[in-house]
């Protein structure tokens, strides 16, 4: 009897150990912009993957290694350093594309990885872009630091999205 109730206890701890060990949860963030120009318009600026330092305020230089065909690299400076991301999906006539961090630069960003998805779609005679993005936060780590934990990769990267949309309707709109 000592025997089968050490062995449901060993059990029982075993199976309820991986639950309480969890770690970090994704994030998920959309931002979205109206900007008063067709979509072709927009996209001829926003779906340039390697040219997203024309328009957004935080990119200070960019390149990609080749243009929109997927696995392409591009290369961010941002104010605090420089982030590599790799384009997984490109697709022109639906005028979206997804990537993904290529390694972490938890100075430029506090965040340990994301995936994104950029859309243009029609709305009314102007259009809607939407900028979508899953991640983790900086230190994936059940206890992280302040400036590594959900809440600054969250406003890290909400900020990101908006300064860029922001970026980018001034950009088409010419204002």
């Known amino acids: 009897m000592i ?22 949860t994704p994030k998920k963030i959309e931002e979205t912009v109206s900007i008063s120009a067709p979509v072709d318009k927009v996209w001829k600026t926003a ?6 330092a024309a328009w957004h305020p935080d990119v200070s230089k960019s390149s990609a290694t080749k ?5 392409s690299v591009r290369e961010l400076t941002l104010e605090k350093g420089v982030i590599k991301e790799s384009l997984d999906e490109y697709d022109e006539g639906a005028h979206s594309y997804s990537y993904r961090m290529d390694g972490e630069n938890l100075e430029a960003l506090p965040v340990s990885s994301y995936s994104s998805t950029m859309t ?9 872009v939407s900028w979508i993005g899953r991640f983790y936060r900086g230190d994936t780590s059940n206890e992280p630091p302040e400036n590594l934990n959900d809440e600054s990769a969250i406003a890290a990267m909400t900020a990101i999205y908006k300064n860029g949309l922001a970026g980018l309707k001034k950009t088409v709109e010419g204002k």
């Open 120 to 128: 243009v779609q029609a709305d009314g005679e102007g259009s809607k």
């Open 3 to 24: 025997k089968a109730t050490l062995i449901t206890a060993l059990f029982c701890t075993v199976a309820i150990a991986p639950a309480d060990a969890h770690g970090p």
């Open 67 to 71: 243009g929109n065909e997927p696995g």
């Open 47 to 52: 779906g340039q993957f390697g040219e997203i």
